[in-house]
């Protein structure tokens, strides 16, 4: 049987803007408007609008909100100040990544958690689950939040006259309760795209008005899920379903910095992250760089270039618009993941010299 697709508050504004749209874990969500790389670079120059309405969200409220989510959660919740954000994860009792999330402080006893579309039905549940023996109430506030992402340099000038709020002074994951173009929001200064952004969470019905208000500037474009992906990979930023997995520890994904090993209260797969943590991962996540024309894309084999031997698999790869070539993230053996090692990738039948590099790809300038 087929599963219903479900729509966004803008999808009538998506549709008038002639975006091509997919689906994407059972939305409809616009892919792209005039073009990937148009898009892309307008990130990069001037600045990108996305509907981002598809993430989920959940609420944690009550006296021991911030206790069940360092239970739940690999980082330490209850240490956020109020009006900050963290990037963290939630595990299995094995370590494997679950998701990974972003927890907003909303208050002394509240909390936002930003799960991804494609796991926010498991995260609620999980969380749900976790808490129970805490005197908090988890709420899977998905349908309450319309999510608009403004990224990129000219970012801050477009929403300063949209808001009484002095962006000026909102900090890197912070956020604040304020208004937009009249309409109630929690602005966040957040994104995916390696740029200077906001996004900003409010109510469905007022998303059009706040999309509008945002379009309104000369300075940026509608932008869809395309662009999103190749601004995310020049940036470095995992993907879950790719750089990470149920299969992975945050460790393997050389991101153990969010696991708090060392906040004082027992959290779900800690036994299995403190193990992990002194280990050698077999394999450590890389970046590669080409001069083909060919991209390496996800699932390709990277080989010894000398006798053709895996050594490793392609997690993303694209286009660089920014950079000009090709480039890649890759999982490949520990001992070959030296920068400025030369590797090749197995392009459909093709054996392309690649050249392992740190990430991220791209850095912006300030």
């Keep these: ?110 909390y936002l958690v930003v799960a991804n579309a494609s796991n926010a039905a498991l995260v609620a549940g999980e969380l749900v689950d976790r808490a129970e023996d805490f005197d908090t109430e988890v709420r899977d506030a998905s349908a309450d939040y319309a999510l608009i992402a403004v990224q990129g340099p000219k970012a801050t000038g477009i929403l300063a006259p949209l808001t009484p709020t002095d962006l000026a002074t909102v900090k890197y ?24 952004g906001f996004e900003l969470f409010v109510a469905p019905g007022d998303a059009e008005a706040v999309w509008a208000a945002v379009a309104a500037s000369d300075d940026i474009i509608p932008c869809g899920l395309s662009c999103r992906d190749t601004l995310r990979l020049e940036a470095g930023m995992p993907l879950y379903g790719n750089e990470l997995t149920a299969e992975l520890t945050p460790y393997a994904a050389g991101l153990g910095r969010v696991v708090k090993l060392d906040k004082p209260s027992d959290f779900v797969g800690r036994a299995a ?28 084999p990277v080989v010894d270039p000398a006798d053709g031997a895996r050594i490793g698999e392609i997690t993303s790869g694209a286009p660089s618009p920014t950079l000009g070539h090709p480039v890649a993230m890759a999982y490949v053996d520990a001992d070959r993941a030296v920068p400025g090692s030369a590797l090749a990738v197995d392009i459909r039948g093709t054996i392309t010299p690649v050249d392992v590099v740190e990430l991220p790809f791209y850095r912006r300038s300030s």
């Design 1 to 110: 049987m087929g599963t219903d697709i479900r729509h966004t508050p803008l999808h009538d504004v998506h549709t008038r803007l002639g975006a091509k749209f997919t689906d994407f874990a059972g939305w409809q969500m616009p892919l792209r408007y005039t073009g990937d790389v148009a898009e892309h670079t307008a990130v990069r120059s001037c600045a990108g609008l996305f509907d981002l309405t598809h993430m989920g969200e959940i609420v944690l409220s009550g006296p021991q909100a911030g206790q069940a989510l360092d239970y739940a959660l690999v980082g330490h919740a209850s240490a956020i100040g109020v009006g900050r954000a963290r990037y963290t994860m939630i595990c299995a009792d094995d370590g494997g990544i679950l998701d990974d999330l972003i927890v907003y402080r909303t208050g002394e006893q509240e």
């Design 173 to 196: 994951y912070a956020s604040y309760p304020t208004t937009v173009a009249g309409r109630p929001a929690l602005l966040a200064r957040t994104g995916y795209t390696g740029e200077d």
């Design 273 to 300: 992250l403190a193990k992990a943590s002194a280990e050698t991962p077999a394999r450590k996540l890389v970046g590669l760089v080409t001069e083909s024309r060919r991209s390496p894309r996800h699932g390709y």
